[in-house]
């Protein structure tokens, strides 16, 4: 029964994890979404359909993407994870909450504005590192990466800024906001990113995190390694 207890407590970490990362990855976006300076490659697209259509939340517009690229990828032969799914369902639940609470209120300059911007980003580097610390999978966005990768027989990072592109060139066409913003946040992401890694990495080391470890997972050294190795 103890080692049941243990299991049910880390696989509890995980999910707070999860859940907090997709939490913090939806208030970055917002943030960036609210500084009329462009949006991420992927939120061109996803804001371009939802002025579209007018009939969808954002957050609606990128839960249907997500689950249209969950199947699709499935077709390519790449079965979704725990992550993959959850990803599908909490950003655009929160993004729309965020939005329903009306809590993002935005003014000032352009110097400001790109703070805030950078400081959506930040947030949405840190946000994926923290989700991906829980070892738990990818988002949809990255499940079709790898499938294209798969069955191509090309380099991931090709097929990525691939992806990348298109979606942009599409979500503009569609009336997404593009702008400098989105160059921004393809400049900064993968450092952001990067920043959170190393964060869980040195909280790994402080003593305080591995007393609280052996205390609530006393064989919870695969939760370390997932958090240095994410």
């Not at 300076?37 to 579209?52: A, E, I, K, N, S």
């Not at 990255?142 to 990348?164: C, H, P, Q, W, Y």
């Not at 959170?196 to 003593?207: D, H, N």
């Amino acid at each position: 029964m103890k080692v049941k207890g243990r299991k049910l407590k880390k696989e509890i970490a995980r999910y707070i994890f999860l859940v907090s990362g997709f939490f913090v990855i939806s208030f970055g976006l917002v943030l960036m979404f609210e500084t009329d300076l462009g949006v991420p490659p992927w939120d061109v697209f996803h804001l371009g359909v939802y002025g579209r259509l007018g009939l969808l939340t954002r957050g609606q517009v990128m839960q249907g993407t997500g689950l249209f690229l969950i199947l699709f990828s499935c077709i390519l032969g790449v079965r979704p994870h725990t992550a993959t799914l959850l990803n599908m369902v909490f950003i655009g639940l929160f993004i729309d909450l965020i939005y329903f609470l009306n809590i993002v209120h935005i003014s000032g300059g352009p110097a400001f504005r790109v703070l805030v911007f950078f400081t959506g980003s930040f947030l949405m580097g840190v946000g994926t590192a923290t989700y991906l610390t829980a070892n738990r999978g990818a988002g949809p966005r990255d499940s079709l990466m790898v499938g294209i990768a798969a069955k191509t027989g090309l380099n991931m990072g090709l097929v990525r800024t691939f992806i990348e592109v298109f979606v942009t060139l599409t979500g503009i066409l569609l009336g997404g906001p593009f702008g400098a913003g989105t160059f921004m946040f393809a400049l900064s992401i993968g450092f952001f990113m990067q920043l959170g890694f190393r964060f869980y990495r040195s909280l790994k080391r402080s003593p305080l995190y591995s007393a609280l470890l052996r205390r609530f997972f006393p064989e919870g050294k695969s939760l370390e390694r997932s958090s240095s190795h994410a």
